[in-house]
């Protein structure tokens, strides 16, 4: 079955750095797109950035600058790397991988466990 596992989570303080990580196994489909989002307290979650498997880069308004996101799509594995994070950026962060299956004709979707980021001030 398909499997996502993350990992790099942490407590930092303010101006800090982490690096997330993801590995994805079970999937015989190329890989279309690999992201990360994310859910703060009382907050809905949102997508924190996101990379197709052309290379194109999406980033959330708030941490453009400061997060990279990559991948390697020979292990089916993406990173996070975050820098200069603020309190605003604490919650649980999920990694997710789309792909279009071609045997039931759509795209298919996962998320990984979640890995919690706390950021004090």
């Known amino acids: 079955q398909v499997q996502l596992v993350e990992s790099g989570g942490g407590l930092v303080q303010a101006g800090g750095a982490l690096r997330l990580s993801c590995a994805a196994s079970?999937?015989?489909?190329?890989?279309?797109?690999m992201a990360w989002y994310r859910q703060g307290p009382g907050k809905q979650r949102e997508q924190v950035a996101s990379?197709?498997?052309?290379?194109?880069?999406n980033y959330l308004g708030s941490v453009a600058g400061r997060f990279t996101i990559s991948r390697d799509g020979a292990s089916n594995t993406w990173t996070l790397q975050m820098n200069s994070l603020k309190p605003d950026d604490t919650a649980i962060y999920y990694c997710?991988?789309?792909?279009?299956?071609?045997?039931?004709?759509?795209?298919?979707?996962?998320w990984g466990q979640g890995t919690q980021v706390t950021v004090s001030s």
């Open positions: 990379i197709r498997s052309g290379g194109r880069k």
């Open positions: 997710n991988v789309a792909y279009w299956d071609s045997t039931e004709a759509r795209f298919q979707n996962y």
């Open positions: 079970g999937i015989t489909f190329s890989i279309e797109d």
